[in-house]
């Protein structure tokens, strides 16, 4: 046992050396993680930036603007905005996507250099006449990860105040957006935790296996350090050092146990032990994603006489058509937390019929049906959220499926927004659990959670940096 503990305290003085500013860099670039994330665009922010729909301007149907396509077939996917100030349906058939504007039946499916122009000057709201523009030729910082290649070739728009807008050839749509001051917070935060550097980043593979092992290390060097401060301390020596030592192994037996999670949780991250795991039951999503879509099902309301159904509560920036068994929908939606469902017959209502809904998940699970149904009004163990912005009332459902498949269903969009199996209790728990401390009581009850994770956070920076301290003396030492 003696031998042991030397063993300990002497690879920790090395190891402790080697990693302390590591460790100190997780920790402080953490702090800016609790409310700095990493730049990317979602289908809000792009609601958040499109124009409000003008019915007055609508003059086609879906169908007829679809013909002017002369596509055989169906689309998959039929949706109604404001482009370059007018509304267009935007089919989407497979992985192909066109636009058919919706005054006049103009077809939209090349985006030259102008058209991309207005759109990225109305993204920023900055004069078209002030932006710079640069075709990429690889990947930056903001465009690594797989979304310069999902999408090349991409041309960065800038304007003097540090805006910056990408939109590809292809599409047209913005797919990144960046200030001058989110760029520099993302380089305290996220870019420094997940060492998310461009250089590196470029190479996934090796990328990973460096976040893996230093990860695996740190877990290991944080181990060494627990047990060797433990192996020191007796009630009655008490802590056997002073100064910078004495405090840097109090922190230890304080924050070390929290140093080891934060370090192998984060290793977790990654995926460092690849494990088949059964994913939910398919049958509900299968479900909810609707019927095969038809015009037909549609032609008893124009989106038109939607619109003017909902405009005088609602500024719709989205009109989707959605098809589930037997009945068919227009889904308005203004922001994520204002929609309205417009029936073909009927006036607007603020959410699906939840008996019906109830009852189309109930027989898409047949014969094995459900263990649990139930709406809920608050966040739980797996469905939460810190900044309140997942909806709530949701329908909850747990299948009698060999991995207990459970779903949260938003009854104002019939979609999902939350699910989980039994095997995924080790993301659940000693993923997310350990490393963000997703804990339902300390989100519900904010700044509790701020306040706990700033403590910790700041308890490890302090071990951190005590033991950067020892690490630079001990090392003085040994150099003369």
């Known amino acids: ?34 409310y700095v994330d990493y730049p990317e665009v979602q289908d809000s922010d792009r609601l958040a930036h499109a124009q409000p729909l003008d019915a007055s301007r609508i003059q086609l149907t879906a169908d007829q603007a679809w013909a002017s396509l002369k596509t055989k077939g169906e689309p998959d996917e039929v949706r109604l905005r404001m482009f370059d100030g007018r509304p ?74 540090g805006q910056q807008v990408y939109i590809p050839a292809a599409t047209g749509e913005v797919v990144q957006s960046t200030t001058r001051a989110l ?59 002073t100064g910078t030592k004495r405090l840097h192994m109090i922190l230890g037996l304080f924050f070390g146990f929290l140093a080891c999670t934060w370090a192998f949780s984060g ?42 159904q909902v405009v005088p509560f609602l500024l719709p920036r989205e009109l989707e058509f959605i098809s589930l068994p037997g009945k068919s929908f227009y889904l308005a ?8 469902v417009i029936p073909m017959n009927g006036p607007p209502a603020s959410e699906f019929d939840r008996a019906a809904l109830l009852e189309l998940v109930t027989k898409a699970t047949q014969p094995t049906g459900l263990s649990d149904a139930r709406f809920i009004t608050g966040y739980d163990a797996h469905y939460l959220d810190r900044h309140n912005e997942l909806p709530l009332p949701v329908l909850f459902v747990q299948l009698r499926d ?22 995924r209790w080790p993301e659940r728990w000693l993923y997310h659990g350990l490393h963000s401390i997703n804990l ?25 940096l005590t033991s950067l301290v020892i690490a630079w003396r001990f090392l003085l030492r040994r150099t003369r």
């Open 267 to 308: 290793m977790l991250s990654m995926d460092p032990f690849p494990v088949k795991i059964a994913g939910e039951d398919p049958r509900v999503p299968e479900a909810l994603s609707g019927e095969p879509f038809q015009f037909e099902n549609f032609k008893d309301k124009s989106p038109r006489d939607a619109l003017l």
């Open 1 to 34: 046992m003696h031998g042991l503990k030397k063993f300990a305290i002497l690879c920790h003085r090395w190891t402790g050396s080697a990693f302390c500013v590591l460790f100190c860099w997780w920790f402080i670039s953490g702090m800016f993680m609790m």
């Open 88 to 161: 267009a349906y935007w089919f989407r058939l497979g992985k192909a996507r066109a636009g058919v504007y919706a005054d006049n039946g103009q077809a939209q499916t090349k985006f030259p250099p102008d058209l991309n122009l207005r759109t990225a000057a109305a993204w920023s709201g900055q004069p078209a006449a002030l932006a710079t523009s640069e075709l990429m030729t690889s990947e930056d910082q903001w465009t690594v990860g797989g979304l310069y290649y999902n999408y090349e070739p991409i041309t960065k728009y800038s304007w003097p105040d």
């Open 402 to 423: 060999p991995q207990r498949s459970s779903f949260y269903i938003d009854p104002r969009t019939a979609r999902i927004v939350g699910s989980y199996s039994s095997g």
């Open 183 to 241: 760029r520099v917070l993302a380089y305290f935060g996220p870019i420094a935790h997940w060492l998310y550097f461009t250089p590196l980043r470029k190479n996934p593979q090796l990328w990973s296996r460096i976040v893996i092992w230093l990860s695996g290390l740190a877990t290991a060097v944080a181990l060494l350090g627990l047990f060797a401060g433990l192996s020191l301390y007796s009630p009655a020596r008490r802590i056997p050092f």
């Open 440 to 464: 339902p009581w300390l989100y519900n009850h904010r700044p509790a959670w701020d306040l706990t994770v700033l403590f910790l956070m700041l308890g490890g920076t302090l071990l951190s």
């Open 333 to 340: 939606t203004q922001d994520s937390a204002h929609t309205r």
